[in-house]
């Protein structure tokens, strides 16, 4: 399961650090993302990352976030920078993963989490 954390409150212009935790049966994880909804929007994709580091945004969050991950953790994060009103939704960690050396690749979202912009 993906366990995700890190929202609240933060002023226009402020930053914060989401991370999410892959738990249980775990051979090995591939990509690993963020992706977002706001209210009455589709969700989309904020950022990726792979097991070997490459990098994928947004054009919407490019310069102000950033994705990162501890493989040894099976964690990933995105920290996020400049926030402003229009970052704010649900945000959403997904992830491919292999459960065992003999399971095929499986995709999983966490719970979501929010966060306020405001002043």
């Known amino acids: 399961q993906l366990q995700a954390s890190g929202g609240g409150l933060v002023q226009p212009g402020g930053s914060l650090r989401l991370s999410c935790a892959a738990s249980g049966s775990i051979f090995s994880i591939n990509v690993m993302g963020w992706y977002r909804q706001a209210p009455e929007k589709q969700r989309e994709l904020v950022a990726t990352?792979?097991?070997?580091?490459?990098?994928n945004y947004a054009d919407s969050v490019k310069g102000r976030f950033t994705i990162s991950r501890d493989n040894a953790k099976n964690t990933v994060y995105l920290e996020m920078n400049s926030l402003k009103p229009e970052d704010m939704a649900v945000y959403y960690c997904n992830t491919d993963l292999r459960p065992t050396m003999f399971s095929r690749i499986q995709n999983y979202w966490g719970q979501g989490t929010n966060f306020t912009v405001s002043s």
């Open positions: 990352i792979t097991s070997g580091g490459s990098t």
